[in-house]
């Protein structure tokens, strides 16, 4: 595949799950690749399998609840590869299962900005570059529990459906420069959805039970093709959208 060939994207908590995923079908699209991330190690040790895939690959360790980070990445990756044409905003941090009245203000902070707070700033920073290279494509990251809402995860979802908002505004105000921007709401499995399955054996007996396909999502070959499909050409007439890629549990 070559969708992607010529592209440069950038790629935030990259180094596992759903964002390594989307990187994988990234690579194997011809796409080159900044990851960011808080650990280094993790990020590091996922560039042989995308280098070996045929990317171009280089890593930044950011913390995206730091305007200053972003603006760091994003000039990295301009820098290094030329511009930048995509931006996945995939990190975010999450406390399941914890209920609303025990909150405490650092874990809504924590939430919040590492998720809304860290789409906002990457958006804001890869603007200019996207209008130079005539548009470009957005791909935040939703949350079927943002729609669903279920008990336990209630600043998670606020926060996926502020995303959501986020993003539809974004599409409309960054359409004339030809920059679209679209949610995928995934479902597939990472280490937090393992974390997640051994936790509450019984929440994900019920949620598989939900699954009109009867099985968990694979980040790479479930979520990463959609993700090609976004942030390619063949998508240029798809902005404002949330697409649900979790194997039919919500339908709109």
Same mark, same amino acid.
């Given at each position: 595949?070559?969708? &992607?060939? !010529?592209? @440069? =994207?950038?790629?935030?908590?990259? #180094?596992?799950? *759903?964002?390594?995923?989307? /990187?994988?079908?990234?690579?194997?699209?011809?796409?080159?690749?900044?990851?960011?991330?808080?650990?280094?190690?993790? &990020?590091? !040790?996922? @560039? =042989?399998?995308?280098?070996?895939? #045929?990317?171009? *690959?280089?890593?930044?360790? /950011?913390?995206?609840?730091?305007?200053?980070?972003?603006?760091?990445?994003?000039?990295?990756?301009?820098?290094?590869?030329?511009?930048?044409?995509?931006?996945?905003?995939?990190?975010?941090?999450?406390?399941?299962?914890?209920?609303?009245?025990?909150?405490?203000?650092?874990?809504?902070?924590?939430?919040?900005e590492s998720g809304l707070y860290?789409?906002?700033?990457?958006?804001?920073?890869?603007?200019?570059?996207?209008?130079?290279?005539?548009?470009?494509?957005?791909?935040?990251?939703?949350?079927?529990?943002?729609?669903?809402?279920?008990?336990?995860?209630?600043?998670?979802?606020?926060?996926?459906?502020?995303?959501?908002?986020?993003?539809?505004?974004?599409?409309r105000e960054w359409g004339p420069?030809?920059?679209?921007?679209?949610?995928?709401?995934?479902?597939?499995?990472?280490?937090?959805?393992l974390r997640w399955l051994e936790?509450?054996?019984?929440?994900?007996?019920?949620?598989?039970?939900?699954?009109?396909?009867?099985?968990?999502?694979?980040?790479?070959?479930?979520?990463?093709?959609?993700?090609?499909?976004?942030?390619?050409?063949?998508?240029?007439?798809?902005?404002?959208?949330?697409?649900?890629?979790?194997?039919?549990?919500?339908?709109?």
């Amino acid at each position: 595949m070559s969708q &992607l060939a !010529g592209k @440069v =994207a950038i790629i935030t908590g990259g #180094g596992q799950g *759903v964002g390594l995923g989307i /990187a994988q079908a990234f690579a194997d699209a011809g796409a080159a690749i900044v990851l960011t991330g808080r650990t280094p190690e993790k &990020l590091q !040790g996922v @560039v =042989a399998d995308l280098e070996a895939r #045929g990317a171009r *690959v280089a890593i930044h360790p /950011a913390d995206t609840r730091s305007r200053a980070d972003a603006n760091k990445v994003v000039a990295f990756a301009a820098g290094t590869f030329g511009g930048i044409d995509i931006l996945v905003n995939n990190a975010q941090t999450t406390f399941a299962g914890l209920m609303l009245s025990d909150y405490t203000d650092e874990q809504i902070a924590t939430t919040v900005e590492s998720g809304l707070y860290g789409s906002i700033y990457h958006m804001q920073a890869v603007r200019p570059h996207m209008v130079a290279r005539g548009g470009g494509s957005i791909i935040n990251l939703g949350s079927r529990q943002g729609i669903i809402a279920p008990a336990g995860y209630s600043i998670y979802g606020a926060s996926k459906e502020a995303i959501r908002g986020l993003s539809r505004a974004a599409a409309r105000e960054w359409g004339p420069d030809g920059i679209r921007v679209n949610v995928i709401n995934p479902s597939a499995m990472s280490p937090a959805a393992l974390r997640w399955l051994e936790e509450f054996p019984e929440e994900a007996s019920k949620n598989l039970a939900e699954v009109s396909l009867r099985r968990w999502g694979d980040a790479e070959k479930d979520i990463g093709p959609v993700a090609v499909f976004l942030a390619s050409d063949e998508s240029r007439y798809v902005s404002g959208q949330t697409i649900n890629v979790d194997g039919g549990m919500v339908m709109l």
